[in-house]
Nanobody
Framework: QVQVVESGGGLVQPGGSLRLSCAASGSIFSAMGWYRQAPGKQRELVADITSGGNTNYADSVKGRFTISRENSKNTMYLQMNTLKPEDTAVYYC???????????WGQGTQVTVSS
């Protein structure tokens, strides 16, 4: 079956860095993306990437976050630098399955930026 699993979250001080990973399996995936949801707020797009490597970022993370992927491993990454308290949220990965023609979501990983 299709699985999407995030890892790499944690607690970091303001100005610090974290790297999130997302491993997808059970299908062939085209677009993949990172979303986040802070308490009391709607889920929002952080960044996404096509299988060809085209990327898109939310304005709030441009210049600080970098999305990348290894197609051979169906794995996507989010390098987060210069983290701010407002980046605190649960970060979710999604992946579009070409075989099933639907989007699959991971369970989320908590990122907390605090001193």
């Amino acid at each position: 079956q299709v699985q999407v699993v995030e890892s790499g979250g944690g607690l970091v001080q303001p100005g610090g860095s974290l790297r999130l990973s997302c491993a997808a399996s059970g299908s062939i995936f085209s677009a993949m993306g990172w979303y986040r949801q802070a308490p009391g707020k709607q889920r929002e797009l952080v960044a996404d990437i096509t299988s060809g490597g085209n990327t898109n970022y939310a304005d709030s993370v441009k210049g600080r976050f970098t999305i990348s992927r290894e197609n051979s491993k169906n794995t996507m990454y989010l390098q987060m630098n210069t983290l701010k308290p407002e980046d605190t949220a649960v970060y979710y990965c999604n992946a579009f399955s070409i075989i099933h023609a639907k989007i699959y979501w991971g369970q989320g990983t908590q990122v907390t930026v605090s001193s």
